[in-house]
Structures are given as structure tokens and as C-alpha cells.
């Protein structure tokens, strides 16, 4: 499933890199993330940059699936469909 989306990412141009972080973990423990509410996201999407150049970093927990819905290489288009696990209704 990562490495679709980070095939996808390339079509466009980008590069992805995902990381996948315990379902109990909190996903953004840097100075970056000012509240828990933030931290306790399932997905987070940022733009990190490393010797080679600018990239996006998906960090999303285990129990979540990220999907490339469109890509529009020539528009720099690329929707994204996060699907996490299934609560019980009220």
C-alpha cells in the first residue's frame, strides 16, 4: 500500500516518505506540534527538506490506510483518501 502511494508521488515529481507509527503513539512529538489534539491525528502530511532536496513526509498509525484517489502530474495534483479503523455507532 506505501510503496503505491509513493509510486504515485514519483508520477508527480515528489518524493514520499511514510513512516508507520504504533496505533498508541503519538505522531508529531517535535516542537512543530503545539497541542495533543494535533499529536493524536491519524495522518499527518509535512513537508520536510534532507540533502537531496524537498520531500513529503505521511506519517500515519497502523491502523490506517492511505489511498492515491487522482493524480494530475501536470497540475501537481494528488488527492489522498485516509481510512482509519471503523467505530461503533452512537
Known sequence: MDSEVQTQFEKMGARLKVTVVPT?????????????EDRMRPVTVDIRRDNKGEYFELRRRSNVSVQVLDIRPSDQHLL????GPQTGSN
Open 80 to 83: 489522498l483518501m485516509v481510512r
Open 24 to 36: 498508541s503513539a503519538r505522531l508529531g512529538n517535535d516542537w512543530r506540534v503545539s497541542n495533543a
